[in-house]
């Protein structure tokens, strides 16, 4: 859409394609990139331009040139100028966002009750690890970032914990967690048994059963790795490993490799 428009307001010879939304170098001027940006703001508003400028940072580092922001005045003076004209103006300033729109209730209970089992009856990794992720950012409201800072020490597996009437509900406790809006102060979510009564440890749709298999298949993922340490190269055992061979920065979430399986990254 950007680069459309960059092409429309400055009259260019060149069209965009699902390849190529970069315009040539000679076209990436002062004067066009104006023009972008009065044109960003007359179709839109705030988000916008805000997203119109990412656009154009990244055709400038495309070329090796500096970005767009006030360290660079030098370079980019009156593009800056037409930037702050806009923030100076009371739509700018009044701008809300309507926010994001909340995930039906359809789509939750789809989520919660998706099946992590193939036909054969085993567990599939990439399956299991999606819904893990998925099932904690429904109930704990986390966005994808905070849960990718999680490591493994801040996770709590209170797997004997019994509810005041007594029924085995045990439960995970995610601790020393910093606070989105300040950072400095420390907050801990849980995600418990989701089981009628007392805990059935094999029903799939209960949330402490999911992180309880998730983890333990990220368990069985480092006890490979640990096994194939002699088998690794410098450069992956510095990164994986500290000077005493234990793994370092483990975080509780992972990343998945391209066979589908648990990956050990950091």
Known sequence: MHARKFATCNELNWAPTSGNFVPPEEAVTNDNMEEFFVQCWEDGSKPTVTQGRRYINHILTHYGRPPLNKHYR???????????GLKRTAEWRDHKSKGAVPLPLEYVKKILLAKVHDDDGKINIRKLRNKALASG??????????????KDENVINL?????RDGHHRPKFLFNELSHNKRQHWKVCNTIGCGCKKTHKPKNTACPYNILLWYEQTKEQCDGLLMRRKSKLCRAERLRHFDENGHLTDRRFFRSMTKNGGCSSTR
């Open 74 to 84: 030098k370079n980019y003076a009156s593009v800056l100028d037409v930037l702050k």
């Open 137 to 150: 950012l429904i109930l704990c409201g986390w966005h994808p970032s905070d849960a990718w800072e999680i």
């Open 159 to 163: 797997e004997d914990f019994h509810d």
